[in-house]
């Protein structure tokens, strides 16, 4: 699996799994286990959970898919902004590596801003670093300014990954967001690469110019999506599936190759930003 290098010389692998809505049924806790450990069968190592999904379920569901091979994952959680001052985070990330089962987190986010100064979280995230619980830490939802903001604080230049809404219908962190990143060396972790809920979903795969070139390759909408995202300098990309055929066709959007014309075509059903535009969430 290719990886992008980390600002602290560790690498985070391009393409994850994503765990939002899991964990919160146990008559589905089984399938989904099995489709995270279907989805490392096939190398796709990086996890990527937090302790609001399933408000800690989702990272139960991790550690009964890790069960005996946590050495071979990347693991991704997050904070909740009301648990991440100096003191809460580390209290947060304990509760978390004991639902995960494991005693380190590869990468420890903030899942978004809140009203905790962002020097507190920062200092909070150093001690966690000391300690050998997370390996590295980062923001998730932060625009722009929200970065530059972070990056002059102490502690600010370890920042490790953005994580933030973006797929080829959501294109307007490439206005200013994206190149940032890639100035400062920093992954961007592309969240709801499939716009998640099915509404959104169906708009987008049915868009024509993405019809077309998912014809020519044969293969699905949804894999010339991915492989679209995997395209971009950068960018880490992490679909949630719980369906094995889902999860082999997304691994499988690792082997296509877009062409120039692909390339072109998608930018005109899906155009790139003209001007700056909020940061899009979820
Ligand atoms: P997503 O990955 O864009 O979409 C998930 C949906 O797409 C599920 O319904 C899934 O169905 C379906 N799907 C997966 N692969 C498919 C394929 N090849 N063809 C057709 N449909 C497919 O949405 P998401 O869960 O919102 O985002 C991914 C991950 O990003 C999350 O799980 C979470 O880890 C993270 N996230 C982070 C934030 C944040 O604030 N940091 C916010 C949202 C999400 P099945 O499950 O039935 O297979």
Not at 69 to 96: L, M, T, W
Not at 182 to 196: I, N, V
Not at 203 to 231: D, E, F, I, N, T
Not at 273 to 280: E, I, M, V
Request: charged share 25%; with cysteine.
């Amino acid at each position: 699996m290719k990886t992008l290098l980390l600002p602290s010389g560790r690498t985070i692998p391009v393409l994850g799994q994503g765990t939002w809505a899991m964990g919160e049924d146990p008559a589905r806790r089984r399938q989904e286990a099995d489709a995270l450990r279907l989805g490392m069968d096939l190398g796709v190592n990086l996890i990527d959970t937090a302790e609001m999904y399933g408000e800690g379920g989702a990272e139960e569901v991790v550690a009964e898919a890790l069960a005996g091979r946590r050495d071979q994952a990347f693991i991704v959680s997050k904070v909740y902004p009301h648990n991440a001052d100096r003191r809460g985070v580390q209290a947060a990330c304990e509760r978390s590596l004991q639902r995960l089962g494991t005693d380190r987190i590869d990468l420890y986010l903030l899942h978004w801003r809140g009203s905790v100064p962002l020097v507190e979280t920062l200092e909070g995230f150093e001690a966690l670093k000391s300690a050998g619980k997370i390996l590295d830490f980062g923001v998730s939802n932060f625009d722009a300014s929200d970065m530059r903001e972070a990056a002059r604080l102490p502690g600010g230049g370890e920042l490790a990954a953005n994580q933030v809404l973006y797929n080829l219908a959501r294109r307007g962190i490439e206005w200013n967001l994206l190149p940032w990143c890639r100035e400062h060396g920093l992954p961007l972790m592309a969240y709801s690469p499939l716009e998640s809920s099915a509404e959104e979903q169906a708009a987008m795969l049915a868009r024509p110019g993405l019809k077309q070139v998912a014809a020519r390759h044969g293969v699905s909408a949804a894999q010339v999506a991915l492989a679209w995202l995997l395209h971009q300098d950068g960018v880490v990309v992490i679909p949630k599936a719980v369906k094995p055929a889902h999860v082999r066709e997304n691994r499988a959007a690792l082997d296509i190759a877009l062409t120039a014309q692909d390339l072109a075509e998608l930018d005109q059903a899906f155009p790139p930003p003209r001007r700056a535009t909020p940061l899009d969430m979820r």
